[in-house]
């Protein structure tokens, strides 16, 4: 199993859970961030990181966002992300803090 970041993460791009993670299993695109399953040892330490919450276990990934678990084995295709930076907040990102 892996952890896999959900279409929830479009246009956020927090990376708090980039710093918790043992393995540098985090792939940075344009928008969005993604595990790598091959790289990914299921420590649990991203999910609680993520104020989004775009992260679960990839048995528990929602009906709805099940098309990510493919999308993040493409991870390789990016470059790995060592250390978190300013949040995206793009336009399709919901901000925990809003509201």
Not at 57 to 72: A, G, Y
Request: with cysteine.
């Amino acid at each position: 199993m892996t952890y896999i970041v959900t279409g929830i993460c479009v246009d956020c791009k927090y990376t708090s859970c980039v710093d918790v993670c043992p393995v540098e299993a985090f792939h940075e695109t344009p928008d969005r961030l993604y595990i790598n399953p091959d790289t990914c040892i299921d420590c649990n330490a991203c999910v609680d990181e993520c104020p989004v919450t775009a992260i679960f276990d990839e048995d528990d990934v929602p009906d709805d966002q099940e098309e990510w678990i493919e999308k993040n084995k493409e991870a390789e295709n990016f470059p790995v992300i060592l250390a978190s930076t300013d949040a995206l907040l793009g336009p399709k990102c919901v901000d925990p803090n809003a509201g």
